[in-house]
């Protein structure tokens, strides 16, 4: 016995909850180490990848709170409440729980679903009631997902629905070229021509070859012309900005004149 605030105190009800708070930490620790290192053995790329990195987030967040509610069961124990009796009321508790926290069970059953169903995954690009970015975090709540302004957004897993994913398949870059009328047609295409053969297999993030869909429209004051190149997934934007680059560079090489708006000022006498 010890005192403790003018009370006496068995010393085992101080020193057997710090013991199994510490047994709880290194079990967690031990097994979110094994875990890791048996999902970065795997060497897995892409998609395979990603899916085996979400479920480990989930595995390891199931541990975590199942080593939690051992280890306060073990607690309470030492301070001589019945755990059996707690055990065995779980049943009802569960269903007084259930009411109580509804939407807390919605989370955890929707992020398994999310997980197992593979509707998106981390590092995925999804949009989610206008918010679009990069998921960051799949727990058993919550997801988390960052845009490329590095502003996170914290969603509850019951209201993933009605997603977005840019990233289950390649993106298109896609360029509008406005184009003089005045230019001739053999020498627009003899400038697509060259500038496909300059650019193959230069083209920053690109699954496939330049390809010139020809006139997409006709506007007040050129032809517009459609090229697109396939990207890796929502890569597009980084491409279409080098090939405006090198579209003028061509054009202005070729001579081929892009239309701008021009005030012209008469001086009356």
Known sequence: MIKLFGLDVELKLI???FVYIIIGIISFTV???IISKLVDKRN???EKKQRINTLKVLIINIIKYLII???ILAILSVFGVN???IVAGLGIGTAVIGLAFKDLATDLIAGFSIITEGEYEIGDTIEVDGFMGEVTFIGLRTTRIRNFKGATKIIA???MDNIINYSENNSLAVIDVLIAYECKEEDIEKAFEQLKERLSGKIPNATGELEVWGVNSLSDSGLVY????ETESMKQFATERFLRKEI???FDKSKIKIPYQQIEVHNGK
């Open 248 to 250: 003028k560079k061509e």
């Open 69 to 71: 509610i051992c280890v």
């Open 15 to 17: 020193i057997v909850p």
């Open 226 to 229: 459609r090229v697109v190149v």
């Open 31 to 33: 097994l979110k180490k």
């Open 83 to 85: 755990v059996k009796s």
């Open 157 to 159: 897993n019951h209201y």
């Open 44 to 46: 897995l790329k892409g």
